[in-house]
């Protein structure tokens, strides 16, 4: 696959990761869930009006994660900085969300979080294994990954650059036992 292929694609994968509907989910169990899906956890499933109040909040990620604790106690602490870190960068939503996201309660209309932005830019070119579950970067790290050319023409916002970067430097690396073996090297 061309290179001109990859740039038509990636932003398809990309909605389809980010709606839920990507084939490749179930075969991704093994990493950590992302923030979205934790908020869901948090709030035991999909609930329209709780959505909605929550994706209308603005706060730190410190207040995120008090907030996450109080609400279920049984986040570890990777998973509460992996809910407050991408509630911090995607939260609120923009109001035309807020008002979709209040009638129908679908999780899916809020912003995709890191494991579903791993998911759908990094296997394209290199494995994910190689090149993205055996490394340990801190946040800067990660972002610094988007300097490289090929990297930079991920289209991908500053905003969706952030949530990755996040996500991945509080849940990267992987064990190698942890990854699942056909999808090693």
């Known amino acids: 696959m061309g290179p001109r292929a990859k740039i038509l694609i ?21 990493m950590p869930p992302g923030g979205r899906a934790l908020l869901l956890e948090i709030l035991s499933g999909p609930d329209a009006e709780a959505l909605a109040k929550i994706a209308a909040m603005d706060q730190s990620a410190e207040d995120w994660r008090a907030w996450a604790e109080e609400q279920s106690g049984e986040l570890g ?4 900085a992996t809910f407050a870190g991408y509630a911090e960068l995607n939260l609120p939503v923009a109001d035309d969300v807020l008002a979709a996201l209040t009638e ?16 759908a830019q990094c296997q394209f070119c290199h494995s994910m294994f190689s090149g993205y579950m055996m490394h340990d970067r801190d946040e800067v790290g990660w972002k610094g990954t988007f300097k490289a050319p090929f990297h930079a023409e991920i289209p991908m916002t500053e905003v969706e650059r952030d949530t990755f970067a996040r996500y991945s430097a509080i849940n990267m690396p992987l064990g190698f036992e942890d990854v699942p073996p056909e999808l090693r090297f």
């Open 104 to 119: 129908s309660g679908d999780a899916t209309l809020l912003p995709p979080d890191g494991k579903d932005l791993a998911i």
């Open 10 to 30: 990636a932003p398809l994968a990309l909605l389809l990761a980010a709606g839920g509907v990507s084939a490749q989910d179930e075969q991704f169990d093994f």
């Open 77 to 80: 602490d990777e998973a509460l």
